[in-house]
């Protein structure tokens, strides 16, 4: 598949449980982003990784938990979550060089915490 | 302080008529804006960049230094522009997009 995906793109989970979202970029980006996308907020940055090097936390509570491990993949670890954490969770990439600074994005992982 | 701002909320005009989204951004280096589309049930795209000074779907948007803004314009509206739109603006150093708030396009028939 072309493009970043996502998976799963459908999860439910209570607040006691631990799950992780993935994301892959088979555009041969170097940076990659997550963004929470609700109805009270509509897009918000939560993580930036440049060349597998996270250079943004963008004040997101310990409960989110990312990990890049190579430029094409990466993870938000999910644990003791809230109700109001569910929302759509948006990975994105970008080229991450000079003169090229759109994004993509993945589908999304819409996320349900009971 | 590095902020993109989209006044209206929502917005919803009729089959035909002409449409503007506004963006206006707040950025102390050289801005780099682009319009992100997101129609319903489909993931965010790319609607244009204002390096490319292009035109896509009929919408243009042009940078305006001295009002600080980037408003996306359409002169017919169609129905499939119903939409989420949002502005973003790069932001050198950090090198990630600052985006808007958004604003629900609603093409009335």
């Known amino acids: 598949e072309t493009g970043v995906t996502q998976t799963p793109r459908h999860l439910v989970m209570g607040m006691t449980n631990k799950k992780s979202l993935k994301c892959e970029q088979h555009l041969g980006h170097n940076a990659m982003y997550w963004y929470k996308q609700s109805a009270k907020k509509p897009l918000e940055l939560m993580f930036v990784?440049?060349?597998?090097?996270?250079?943004e936390n963008n004040s997101v509570p310990s409960r989110f938990s990312p990990e890049c491990p190579n430029s094409s993949h990466l993870f938000l670890h999910l644990h003791t979550l809230q109700p109001e954490d569910s929302a759509l969770y948006l990975c994105?990439?970008?080229?991450?060089?000079?003169?090229?600074?759109?994004?993509?994005f993945g589908p999304g992982t819409r996320l349900t915490v009971l | 302080a590095q902020r993109v701002t989209q006044p209206e909320k929502l917005l919803s005009v009729f089959k035909g008529a002409p449409v503007e989204l506004k963006c206006n951004y707040s950025?102390?280096?050289?801005?780099?804006l682009f319009w992100y589309v997101q129609y319903s049930r489909q993931r965010l795209q790319l609607l244009l960049r204002h390096i490319s000074r292009e035109s896509i779907k009929g919408f243009t948007a042009d940078l305006n230094k001295g009002e600080t803004s980037f408003h996306l314009k359409k002169p017919f509206a169609q129905e499939e522009d119903s939409a989420m739109y949002y502005c973003a603006l790069f932001i050198q150093g950090a090198q990630k997009l600052v985006f808007g708030q958004g604003t629900r396009l609603t093409i009335n028939p």
């Open positions: 990784y440049n060349f597998k090097e996270q250079t």
């Open positions: 950025y102390s280096g050289s801005p780099e």
């Open positions: 994105a990439s970008s080229p991450g060089l000079a003169g090229a600074h759109e994004q993509f």
